[in-house]
């Protein structure tokens, strides 16, 4: 298709607001491209066009009575399909899930969106209950990388990622419990922040591990992912894990000044690893080059303990993981997913004492992490080692005790932003990621978006989507 | 990893598979033995020297939070 869309929620909100755009006719065209796509990118699990359109309606009558409701007012949305909506089911992606589950109301974070006028096109795809690896036997549709359609777009959010990269979506809500938001962001060349633990209600949301779960945007850019933010964040009666935090304006430091910005580099075990591509390494180190080159001050910082952060955030993982499903992997096996089923049953080899021990590293890594931030203002890591693997001969067992550069950031429940920095030569893209104070999801996203008015990675498109291939 | 052989390795696997009472399909149980090892490796790796001083990261309100 040669329609020209906006590509950013901010675009798309001036082009609706200006009278060049409808919602009707956004979410029409955006429709019918993710429909297109189904056999290519295969993003969704459900499109709920009846329900979109009508919202998209609402809001085109909102906006021309003169009822703005703001940013996201009119934007078509999508969200991952472990997080409950009333107007479709939610599977988790998996035979598993019961129904009886999903057919409830709104998830306090979509109930959100549509207060804020969000028109939501229908049910991203994911990894079976956010962990594990696709399994074609489950019979779900296998979201692919836009960048490279034999890759995956990362997961669990996988959907989500592969749908905001391929132009089906202006933005979209993913989980992160180990790096499910900011892997996707970092395979497809977008954006996408996990907020602090409690930052965001979880209510509503399929768990994953109780104590590391966080849902938050994805998007093109930074400034586009504050916006979203702007309407999930804050203290949610329902989930008594949100916290009693007055929630800042997310997009007023985003005004492109570096000045007095501290970026601490730790180099322990984030860059120094031999399993980081060395070309993943070049391309934040000359992210990071470009912030000092901008104003920033870079400094060197300790992390001395990170290969045990990794390893007790799996075991912490593993062990609430299966405390969750215990039932139905004793009761119906068969109906998971391989891949899903062998890394759930891992946390049967856990004993309570591991559980406990991970939970004093935790304290241990939360001290580091703050020593690291006491005279920083954010920290400066690649987001994952590599960049987007195949499908064909990945083994998820083999990159089991690989180093895990998001997961310490849910042990220690601080907010983490990944950005595009840059591409391989193959002409796949490398993810960098801000890690801030607790709460301080504010500078994160000042450090993003001064980086996105830098460079123009975020601004790139996969050719698919460039030339109308995406059916 | 650990030194356990091969033996020790079926009994401990079988134990926990008993106690929780998983059934795994033939490639999961081949899958667990060879992946026993590690996941010990794994949970040993979380005593480190620095622990002891260290509380455990869980918290609650002992007052109901209203």
């Given amino acids: 298709m040669s329609t020209r869309l906006p590509s950013t929620i901010a675009e798309a909100g001036a082009a609706l607001r200006s009278g060049q755009l409808s919602s009707v006719a956004l979410t029409k065209e955006l429709l019918a491209r993710a429909r297109a796509a189904q056999d290519t990118i295969a993003a969704f699990i ?44 939610t599977t988790a992606n998996s035979r598993v899930l019961d129904p009886a589950w999903g057919d409830r109301a709104d998830a306090t974070v979509v109930r959100k969106l549509r207060e804020a006028g969000a028109v939501l096109l229908g049910k991203l795809g994911l990894h079976e209950y956010a962990i594990g690896w696709p399994d074609p036997a489950t019979g779900f549709r296998i979201p692919k990388n836009p960048w490279d359609l034999a890759r995956t777009p990362g997961g669990s959010s996988s959907g989500t990622g592969a749908a905001i990269a391929a132009g089906l979506i202006l933005g979209g809500l993913g ?35 109780y104590s590391l779960d966080n849902i938050g945007p994805l998007a093109h850019t930074v400034r586009d992912c504050a916006l979203l933010l702007q309407v999930l964040a804050g203290f949610d009666p329902r989930d008594p894990c949100t916290a009693q935090e007055a929630v800042p304006d997310m997009l007023a430091s985003l005004d492109g000044s570096l000045d007095g910005v501290r970026i601490g580099i730790p180099r322990d075990y984030f860059f120094d690893v031999p399993d980081l591509d060395a070309e993943v390494r070049q391309a934040v180190l000359n992210g990071v080059e470009a912030l000092a080159a901008a ?40 109906q998971y997913g391989k891949f899903t089923r062998q890394q759930l049953q891992q946390g049967a080899f856990f004993t309570a004492a591991d559980y406990v021990q991970a939970q004093r590293v935790r304290s241990l890594i939360k001290e580091d992490a703050d020593r690291a931030l006491d005279n920083v203002d954010v920290l400066i890591t690649p987001t994952v080692l ?40 193959s002409g796949l893209p490398v993810g960098m990621q801000i890690i801030g104070r607790a709460f301080d999801e504010p500078t994160v996203l000042k450090v993003g978006d001064a980086y996105q008015r830098l460079t123009d990675w975020h601004t790139r498109v996969p050719q698919l989507a460039r030339e109308g291939q995406l059916a | 990893m650990t030194d356990m052989d091969a033996a020790q390795i079926k009994l401990a696997v079988d134990a926990v598979l008993s106690r ?28 480190i020297a620095q622990l002891p001083d260290c509380e455990p990261a869980i918290i609650y309100p002992a007052r109901t939070v209203a």
Avoid: M
Wanted: include cysteine; charged fraction near 20%; hydrophobic fraction near 35%.
């Fill in chain 1, 386 to 425: 590599n960049v987007a693997p195949t499908f064909e001969g990945y083994n998820p067992d083999a990159v089991r005790r690989q180093p895990s550069f998001t997961g310490i950031w849910n042990l220690t429940g601080l907010p983490a932003l990944s950005v595009c920095c840059g591409f391989v030569e």
């Fill in chain 1, 175 to 209: 989980t992160d419990t180990g790096g499910s938001i900011r892997g996707p962001a970092a395979y497809c060349g977008i954006s996408g922040i996990k907020p602090t633990f409690g930052r965001v209600s979880k209510e509503g949301c399929v768990p994953l591990g």
């Fill in chain 2, 20 to 47: 929780s009472g998983l059934s795994v399909t033939p490639e999961d149980y081949e899958r667990l033995l060879g992946l026993y090892p590690a996941l010990r490796a794994q949970a040993a790796a979380l005593r």
């Fill in chain 1, 46 to 89: 459900a499109l709920t066009d009846d329900a979109a359109l009508a919202a998209a309606q609402r809001a085109d009558t909102e906006l021309s009575n003169g009822t703005d409701r703001g940013p996201l007012h009119g934007i078509p949305l999508g969200i991952k399909d472990i997080i409950a909506t009333a107007d479709a089911p």
């Fill in chain 1, 295 to 334: 104003g920033a001050r870079v400094i060197d910082v300790p992390f001395p303990n990170g290969p045990v952060a990794s390893d007790a955030q799996r075991v912490i993982l593993f062990s609430e993981a299966y405390a969750y499903h215990e039932r139905d992997l004793r009761e119906r096996p068969e």
